[in-house]
């Protein structure tokens, strides 16, 4: 697991740390989501969240170890899609809750089995993957990522709701080994999608969109600096995708930081 940052995104980190918080202090925060928000990947997970892993090193975690709002919780799962947070997260919202972040999307048009997919099959059932994944992301997850956020706001009606993105795995125009640079086009156009169709998403729900994509470029799989995701891990395949404890701390939880004010 990478942990080292770069001299630049460390002085990055630093001062984004050191922003005043803006009321923060009184908000009531509550995290939902899926294994990113949960903090796969990136070690320290507690004992109370058994196999949902949510890791001290995640950015819920770590905005309440920085900016310490009034109270905290996360109930993100790893593994969670739309209906699980709905059936299983939205009830740790209230009337009092001010600030709510939610990532979640990814397992609805099946990020895991397509990651899959295409690092045991060909090119061209890779692409097909990510194509039929593409093609359900754009019928089925508007109104998916809707029901969500229709829960969310009649829970908390008055509280900050951040939706937080997924990052692109990779970076082109390297040498790479592993999947072909057609496969890694491909999954990023995938990714890009989910990213586009969850910002829109959250601006018609009047909810703020936490872009991550742009903060993790030079830190992708297959760029030159120091890795923020995980590439594949047979020895422990979960982690595979996921951000680092680095990807967590240099870029979820600033841009998420920023983003919730």
Partial sequence: MTLALSAATSLAAVFALATPALAAPTDQYV???DSYASGVGAGSYTTESGSCQR???AYPALYNA???PASYRSVACSGARTTDVINSQLGALSSATTLVSVTVGGNDVGFS???TTCVLYSESQCVAAVQAAEDKARAQLPGLLANVYNGIRGRSPSARVVVVGYPVFYQ???LCVGL???SRAKINEGINLVDDITRTAAGNAGFRFADVRSIFVGHQLCSYGDKWLHALNYTNIGISYHPTAAGQSGGY????RNTAG
Wanted: charged share 0%.
């Fill in 55 to 57: 890791s001290t090193n």
């Fill in 180 to 182: 072909s640079a057609t």
């Fill in 253 to 256: 939880y600033p841009v998420f």
């Fill in 31 to 33: 995290a939902l989501g």
């Fill in 113 to 115: 089995n397509i990651m």
């Fill in 172 to 174: 082109l125009g390297t």
């Fill in 66 to 68: 920085y900016v310490q």
